[in-house]
DNA sequence: CATGAGCGCGCC
DNA sequence: AAAGGGCGCGCTCATG
């Protein structure tokens, strides 16, 4: 993609006015071109053929290219614009009884918060490639600062119904929410159906994004969608088009129409020519955590603006010093300069050292935390982790965490993608809540402070994929495995590996953070962590002065411990290379071919070159089935929760792949019940997808002000009886 | 100068 | 370092 040139007398002016700090917007179709007055109107004498560039429109041949593709697919564009007209097609529709609606929305924002978008060019004067989709223009993907314009719905008939909203009342379509519906990008329309029209769709609903996915290993965009299975090339300039002018244009309302008859073809595709049994099986868990979604992600997480502007104010006056402290350690190399940093290296490592030290990808000597830290003894070299390490919180959990905010609610609405992961883990999005700072800055999280009158209670799943990985075991080798025995016991798998790796006697001299540091070690071992980066982890973050022969002889000890998963891993790890996919409990498979190489572009020599070339890889083919299963368990457990907390005033905000968090109100009986509601519903998700596990302390809730600062429910409710409040609260302030 | 790959790093 | 896996995001630096 690159950016478009402009004509040669357009470019000129319009790069005077902008370097005189003038700036060119659209508002709907009309252009604004603001800044002195002289360079203004010079670019103005060209307004309407500016506007050709910068008001999305398309062009003829892709107009008609746009009908004849809703001409192929035996649908013509109605445009409802009348109550009664809208009652009688819907009646229509759902008389006919259609397998499935395709459904689509288009979203004009609210007259309160519509501002005109700045066109961004580049400084030569042609208009970037890439326009702000945030601010201003980012307002139409915003519920709170949108509303719906036109919903399109085809359910395979004549007509590809579009009903223009201002006009027809949501009550006037609401038996159209009834029906099955096939919608690209699902949890967009549902925040809209719940939030505006206050409406839940009752019949299953499709997500025919998340299907390509699920299939073909790829995202792609409608558009794109539509391209690889059909082969049509859809222009998607009218996608980001004035949906708020008074009167739509037929290009528009085709363009609309289009990705609602999209939206049903992919599913009939789906449905019928690439899913099998066990892929619709999948999707139907996917789906069905829609609902619970879109509300999670309109209730959207709290933010306490002002302890967090206290955090940030910390981290720089950190910074400050760690600054001087480098600047003094190395006063003539800026080492946050990758480059030199390199070079110091080259200075300060002896040969041995320097010919083993790890390289990137590119072959330039890593400069990663895990490598430097090992190596802290070395001049600058823990000065320098210190400066990276405050740097990062300031990059990443900073302004930029405050300008997320949404200005109408004043919380932060993560995207949430259900299945986002290749496993079906959630992925997370524009302003990634998942990756909140927690260990390395505890207490950081307290700046998720749930509002005056409830409280934060979260549940997360006791060392999930340890249980995930004792029942897969279990059920390869047809009896308890060693792991299933343990938590059947009681007993904490992280403990107990931190006690082996610190060399400790006992179970209740290991810390908290030995627990946490004792965590990658459990996994990472499961999932074929070799000798070596099992070393180099252990010698960074945990037992820093350990030698090579004792990691060896750890990790030797824990395969000794548990010989069932050691033969679960090679035999399992074989069966999916001669399967071609591994795949979780509900049947999501990580197929190999996904990963292949082209035979040409390897050497024939090369070690495991069937491998390569097939795909295959053994940590994948026992990772996906744990973690995604896990994964399963979450997806499950939203649902059952938004279920089942449908009468109480609690709310989820957010998840974190084995983790729920909700704000509750602050009244112990409540926080009694919930809680009890909510493990209740996350064990029988774990009991859905592990019908054999083990469930003793599975999950407890926790709760308490802030995501930071949570303790056991039982511990709350026994200080809550004392105190008659709000433990922590006090501390707050 | 705008763009994208590479890298590193936050979390689970 | 033939192997822990899964993400998203911010910065830098080479590329055109
Ligand atoms: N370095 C890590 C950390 C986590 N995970 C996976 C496995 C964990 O089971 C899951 C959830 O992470 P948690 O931090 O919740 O860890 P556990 O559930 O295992 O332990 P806890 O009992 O503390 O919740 O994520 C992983 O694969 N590698
Ligand atoms: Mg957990
Ligand atoms: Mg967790």
């Keep these: ?50 506007a050709q560039y910068v008001v999305p429109a398309v062009r003829a041949d892709e107009a008609a290219f ?82 719906v314009r036109l919903v399109q719905a085809w359910a395979g008939g004549e007509h590809c119904f579009v009903f223009d909203m201002r006009m027809v009342a949501w009550a006037d379509i609401a038996p159209l929410f009834d029906m099955p519906l096939a919608i690209f990008n699902a949890v967009f329309e549902v925040k809209r159906l719940i939030h505006e029209a206050h409406i839940e769709p009752t019949g299953r609903v499709y997500d025919v994004m998340t299907a390509v996915w699920l299939t073909n290993g790829c995202r792609p965009s409608l558009a794109e969608a539509g391209r690889i299975n059909y082969g049509f090339d859809i222009p998607k300039a009218l996608g980001a088009s004035d949906w708020s002018a008074e009167a739509l244009t037929p290009e528009q309302l085709d363009y609309a129409a289009l990705d609602a008859v999209l939206c049903r073809l992919l599913w009939d595709t789906q449905q019928n020519e690439v899913f099998d049994d066990i892929d619709k099986q999948c999707q139907e868990v996917a789906d069905a955590a829609i609902p619970a979604v879109a509300r999670m992600e309109l209730h959207g997480m709290p933010v306490d603006v002002a302890a967090h502007r206290v955090q940030i104010a910390h981290w720089h006056t950190e910074l400050e010093a760690a600054q001087n402290a480098l600047r003094t350690a190395s006063p003539l190399r800026d080492l946050r300069k990758a480059a030199a940093l390199q070079a110091h290296l080259y200075d300060v490592l002896d040969a041995e050292t320097l010919s083993t030290w790890p390289r990137t990808n590119s072959g330039l000597l890593t400069t990663r935390r895990q490598q430097m830290a090992i190596n802290n003894h070395l001049p600058a070299l823990a000065e320098l982790l210190r400066v990276r390490a405050l740097q990062k919180l300031i990059n990443s959990f900073g302004d930029s965490l405050i300008d997320a905010i949404n200005p109408v609610t004043e919380r932060l609405h993560t995207s949430f993608l259900i299945a986002g992961a290749r496993t079906g883990r959630f992925a997370a999005r524009e302003k990634n809540l998942q990756q909140m700072p927690k260990r390395r800055q505890a207490g950081f999280r307290k700046i998720f402070a749930a509002p005056e009158g409830q409280l934060v209670m979260a549940l997360d799943y006791s060392q999930i994929e340890l249980r995930a990985v004792a029942e897969l075991i279990s059920d390869w080798i047809g009896t308890d495995s060693i792991l299933r025995r343990s938590f059947a016991a009681g007993l904490d798998v992280h403990t ?104 040409e572009d390897v050497d024939e020599d090369e070690p495991f070159y069937d491998d390569t070339i097939s795909g295959f890889n053994g940590a994948y083919a026992v990772n996906h089935p744990v973690q995604g299963s896990s994964a399963e368990v979450m997806q499950i457990a939203l649902t059952r929760l938004d279920r089942a907390l449908r009468g109480e005033r609690a709310q989820i905000i957010a998840t974190v792949h084995d983790e729920a968090v909700l704000l509750v109100p602050d009244d112990p009986a409540s926080v009694e019940r919930i809680g009890a509601i909510a493990q209740q519903e996350m064990i029988a998700a774990f009991l859905e997808v592990f019908p054999a596990a083990p469930t003793l302390n599975l999950v407890e809730p926790k709760v308490g002000p802030t995501w930071g600062d949570l303790q056991s429910l039982q511990k709350w409710l026994q200080n809550s009886g004392t105190a008659g409040g709000t433990p922590g609260a006090t501390s707050e302030l």
């Design 496 to 599: 107990a590996t931190a006690k082996s790796m610190m060399g400790k006697n006992r179970l209740e001299d290991v810390t908290d953070d030995e627990r946490q540091l004792a965590k990658p070690c459990n996994f990472g071992l499961i999932y074929r962590m070799g000798n070596t980066t099992f070393y180099h982890y252990l010698r960074a973050d945990f037992v820093s002065d350990i030698t090579f022969e004792k990691a060896c002889e750890l990790r030797a000890r824990f395969f000794a411990c548990y010989p069932d998963m050691a033969r679960w891993q090679n035999e399992y790890a074989r069966h999916t290379r001669e399967q071609g996919y591994t795949q979780t409990v509900a049947g999501r498979r990580w197929r190999w071919e996904w990963r292949a190489q082209n035979p």
């Design 66 to 147: 746009v009908r004849s593709l809703l001409t192929d697919a035996g649908a013509s564009v109605a445009t409802i614009t009348s109550p009664s007209e809208a009652r009688r097609v819907v009646t229509e529709i759902c008389a006919s009884n259609p397998d499935v609606v395709g459904l689509d929305f288009e979203t004009e924002v609210l007259p309160a918060y519509r501002q005109p978008i700045t066109i961004k060019f580049t400084k030569g004067g042609s208009l970037a490639a890439r326009q702000p989709r945030d601010g201003a223009a980012g307002a139409a993907l915003d519920p709170y600062r949108s509303k």
């Design 1 to 50: 993609m690159t950016s478009t040139e402009l004509p040669r007398h357009l470019r000129k002016p319009l790069r005077d006015l902008l370097d005189a700090g003038g700036r060119v917007a659209r508002d709907g179709s009309d252009v604004l071109i603001d800044g002195p007055t002289g360079l203004a109107d010079a670019v103005r004498a060209h307004a309407g053929q500016l």
